[in-house]
Every structure is written in structure tokens, then in C-alpha cells.
């Protein structure tokens, strides 16, 4: 099989509200795509242990955090809660 796996790296989700009370869910729901994706085969997905370096950091540049990670591709996403609902956002 010469095709080689594509790997990608899924950032910590930003906190689009600034909630303090949501803060939980920033690394929270990363790791809930992580361990999703991590049962494709055809995927090599960065663990969550290497991500977290990136929580809590103000501004991540997608790009450069795939530089840094070595992947082909890095999930930058978002999300708003309000009251019991979410929304998020994804590139």
C-alpha cells in the first residue's frame, strides 16, 4: 500500500464567549474529536497529551502549530455557550 497516512492535529477549542465557566470544555471537546478520529485507520492523529501545550495560550496560528506538530492538517475550532446549548465552529 504505498499510500502514506495522512496525520492531523486537533487544537483546543477556543472559548469564543471568553465564559470562564466553559473553560472545562476548550480542551474537553478537543480530545472528544481526538478520540473519535483516533479509531480511523487511515489517520494518524496527534494524542491529546501533545496538544496540550496549545490550551490556554491566547492566539494559536493553525499554521504553525502544523509546523510544529508535523501534520498535514490541524482542526482549528470554536465554540459559544449559552445556557445549556453549544455552538461550534470548525476550519
Not at 477556543?14 to 478537543?30: H, I, M, R, T
Not at 494559536?60 to 445549556?84: H, K, M, T
Amino acid at each position: 500500500t504505498g499510500h502514506e497516512k495522512k496525520s492531523v492535529a486537533i487544537l483546543p477549542f477556543n472559548n469564543l464567549n471568553k465564559d470562564p465557566g466553559a473553560g472545562f470544555y476548550e480542551f474537553a471537546l478537543a480530545d472528544a474529536v481526538i478520540t473519535e478520529l483516533a479509531g480511523l485507520r487511515s489517520l494518524i492523529v496527534r494524542p491529546s497529551s501533545v496538544i496540550a501545550k496549545y490550551h490556554g495560550a491566547a492566539e494559536i496560528d493553525p499554521r504553525q502549530a502544523g509546523e510544529e506538530l508535523r501534520v498535514n492538517a490541524v482542526l482549528s475550532a470554536g465554540f459559544l455557550r449559552s445556557g445549556d446549548k453549544m455552538r461550534v465552529t470548525a476550519q
